[in-house]
């Protein structure tokens, strides 16, 4: 009987002519992009930002939540009048606008609001953070203190690929599908994603610690918000 159009009767594909046809599009159809920005001047901002860290934990047990072995505080770090954590929060909101424009170009600040959580973190010689999602829309986390003799694949913060309805056994498959993406963090950096990546990040050795601020955002598209 008559072979599968495009089989060639041997199972492989037939063999490309002259004169193909010419690619018109490429569309990232379902792409999650993880936004990075850098703060502008970070030095001072990241040295009160520490002091401010550090004396919250001093006086604040913390809480559990994907983290082990290190400190999380409350939730409620952009709250709290600490003059640089309110200077970070203005930082945070500038570049969360020209993310949500990404999926909405007429998102506007001043008239959809928004509703926040946001917490620091603390990590230090070997703690880590479980493989986690977020709640809310978009995800974020700024880098306030990073050691500098860690490891190259320590203290990483690595997204684990949502797509996974393919068969990762063929070498082609992943030239297609990385199952993971590893970025090392540097002190003023700043990344926001879909909250819906999971992630989690890899413990240091080094003897310092690792702090950063992480928040989670939702955008209240029917009107203002908090």
Known sequence: ?????????????PPAGPGGPRRIASIPGFASYIDGYAVPDCDALNARLAA???AWRAVDPGETSSNHHGWHSSRNLFSRPEASFQE???????ALAASIRRYWPEYD????????ESWANINGPGAVNAPHAHSFHLAG??????PPEMGSREGMIEFLNPAGAINR???F????V????????RPGQLFIFPSYLVHWVTPHFAQDERISIAFNVAVNEGGAGG
């Open 141 to 146: 986390v700024y880098y306030v203190k990073v």
């Open 88 to 94: 970070l929060a203005r930082h945070v909101a500038s």
């Open 173 to 176: 498959d992943h030239r297609m």
């Open 109 to 116: 600040p001043a008239r959809h609001g928004t509703s926040w």
């Open 1 to 13: 009987g008559d072979s599968a159009a495009g089989d060639n009767g041997t199972g492989a594909a």
């Open 52 to 54: 401010d860290v550090l």
């Open 169 to 171: 056994s063929n070498p």
């Open 178 to 185: 990385h199952p993971m993406l590893h970025l090392q963090p």
